[in-house]
């Protein structure tokens, strides 16, 4: 049971080290990006904020995606 636990612990470290890289949408985005993001929230309502930030991010990211990848 010694090496399950070992192996536990490393993965637990490595996913807290390492765990936003993720799940963080904007993780492999450029600054200037994420800065041009920033520009939008003053014309979203507060309390949106956080979710729009993030589903714009995301959408991004999931496009920059498909462009990369090689196409059949």
């Known amino acids: 049971m010694g090496i399950f ?3 536990n612990k490393k993965l637990t470290e490595n996913l807290y080290a390492h765990g936003n890289d993720l799940v963080d949408p904007a993780a492999d985005l450029p600054e200037s990006v994420e800065e041009r993001v920033e ?3 003053p014309f979203v309502q507060p309390e949106a904020r956080e979710l729009v930030r ?4 995301g959408l991004i990211h999931e496009y ?3 462009e990369s990848a090689p196409s059949s």
């Open 64 to 66: 920059r995606n498909e």
């Open 39 to 41: 520009l939008l929230m």
């Open 5 to 7: 636990s070992d192996l």
């Open 54 to 57: 993030s589903q714009i991010l």
